[in-house]
């Protein structure tokens, strides 16, 4: 069956939908949801400083590249990029360089900032020190870097590459540790509460599937290695996709439906969850905390005491 809009052979059939769709107009329709999803979200705001957290993987250079054609064509917004380099070797190390050679290319500003400079070692060190999985520690050490660094360089909000898969995980993982707080925190723009020390998070694929970014990254050819992190296997998150990948095959449209729900009851949770949210600022590091002390000043602690 030929591409459903034109005669051209088809390259992906559509998540929870029976249309099959050719090159350019896969590629259409991929750049209008992605549109559709800021405007839907109200995502962005004239004047905005929007850095785009990029690891040189497909989610986040496809985000860069879009956000970097919308400012070119709208001049709304400023636009530059940060990386992370949590010091993973054979896997961190090449997607940095992927990230260098589009970020020159298209003559955007990356911004590095890396935990061996920042905490003294890198993950691959932190890891053999305590007894937390690698996944555990390098979320908070990461969504510290982000956020300090977005701020100090003065940018507003910080779009991320996450997509209907990772959240519909997200979900999931709260739901079964019984974490509804966190998902008040979850949805296409994150935060609860209005801080200047708090950078809000934009997701603008929040509504485009894993495959759907894999092949738009694919087919636009952007220089990206195809690589998961050594660590990956032994998160939690790991053992969530892989089931509810599987779900998803026998009872296509789930993951679609697990968003839709939850749009429906997030206003509910963040009304409940805001009026006992807390914004402190951290009695060590003075960054952004619900709590006296950071987490990641608590990992800190401990990693610096074995
Ligand atoms: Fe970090 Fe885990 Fe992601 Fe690897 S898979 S980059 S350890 S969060």
Redesign the pocket.
């Known amino acids: 069956m030929p591409c459903k809009n034109c005669k051209e052979k088809p390259v992906i059939q559509l998540p929870n939908n029976p249309r099959k769709l050719c090159k350019t107009h896969f590629i259409r329709y991929f750049e209008k949801k992605a549109l559709y999803t800021i405007k839907k979200f109200s995502l962005i705001a004239k004047n905005d400083k929007i850095i785009i957290a990029l690891s040189g993987g497909k989610d986040s250079t496809s985000l860069l590249y879009l956000m970097n054609e919308l400012s070119k064509k709208t001049r709304l917004f400023l636009l530059e990029a940060i990386l992370i380099d949590?010091g993973?070797k054979g896997y961190r190390d090449k997607t940095k360089k992927d990230a260098l050679a589009f970020c020159k290319k298209a003559n955007i500003k990356l911004n590095i900032f890396s935990y061996k400079q920042e905490f003294g070692m890198t993950?691959d060190q932190m890891i053999r020190r305590i007894p937390q999985k690698?996944?555990t520690i390098?979320?908070v050490f990461?969504r510290y870097l982000l956020n300090k660094y977005s701020r100090k360089l003065g940018f507003n909000k910080l779009a991320t590459g996450h997509n209907l898969d990772d959240e519909a995980q997200s979900i999931l993982m709260n739901q079964f540790r019984r974490n509804n707080a966190a998902s008040a925190r979850l949805g296409p723009i994150t935060g609860m509460l209005e801080s200047k020390s708090f950078i809000k998070r934009i997701k603008p694929f929040y509504l485009l599937t894993e495959k759907e970014t894999a092949a738009y990254s694919f087919l636009k050819g952007f220089p990206i290695t195809f690589t998961e992190?050594p660590?990956?296997l032994q998160?939690y998150r790991w053992d969530v996709r892989i089931w509810l990948n599987n779900i998803e095959s026998k009872y296509p449209g789930t993951k679609h439906s697990i968003i839709t729900s939850f749009l429906e009851t997030l206003p509910l949770l963040k009304a409940h969850y805001k009026a006992s949210a807390k914004l402190n600022s951290c009695t060590t590091c003075k960054e952004p905390t619900s709590k006296n002390i950071c987490q990641a000043c608590v990992l800190l602690k401990e990693l610096k005491h074995v």
């Open positions: 949590e993973i993950l690698p996944c390098c979320g990461r992190c660590y990956a998160g």
